[in-house]
Nanobody, 124 residues
Framework: VQLQASGGGLVQAGGSLRLSCAAS????????LGWFRQAPGKEREFVAA????????YYSDSVKGRFTISRDSAENTVYLRMNSLKPEDTAEYYC??????????????????WGQGTLVTVSS
């Protein structure tokens, strides 16, 4: 599975961005897809995840109500819509695929494939 993340950039606090993660290769039997982020000097943290079938979504407390994860199944693409951005949202954002049924969505070591990061910078 190959993952291509895009959509990062510089935005002012209160603004919005939409990240995309396009999956290719052996994407069948995908259990879920998650977004994680890592700020300089900090550990990678869970942001949001989507269970493919049956569909369900999961969010960290820090982004709940501001971020929305969605999918375009036909395009094998998952999106992360980020509204009301804050300076503390500044980080490199990564998407990852979990192919093991029943695996955790919030633990990074549950994911099998990772894309390259896309940088989100929120200015105050």
């Amino acid at each position: 599975v190959q993952l291509q993340a895009s959509g990062g950039g510089l935005v002012q606090a209160g603004g919005s961005l939409r990240l995309s993660c396009a999956a290719s290769g052996r994407t069948s039997s995908t259990y879920g897809l998650g977004w994680f982020r890592q700020a300089p000097g900090k550990e990678r943290e869970f942001v949001a995840a989507l269970r493919w079938n049956p569909f369900n979504t999961y969010y960290s407390d820090s982004v709940k109500g501001r971020f929305t994860i969605s999918r375009d199944s036909a395009e094998n693409t998952v999106y992360l819509r980020m509204n009301s951005l804050k300076p503390e949202d500044t980080a490199e954002y990564y998407c990852a695929v979990n192919k093991v049924y029943g695996g955790s969505f919030v633990l990074a070591n549950s994911y099998d494939y990772w894309g390259q990061g896309t940088l989100v910078t929120v200015s105050s």
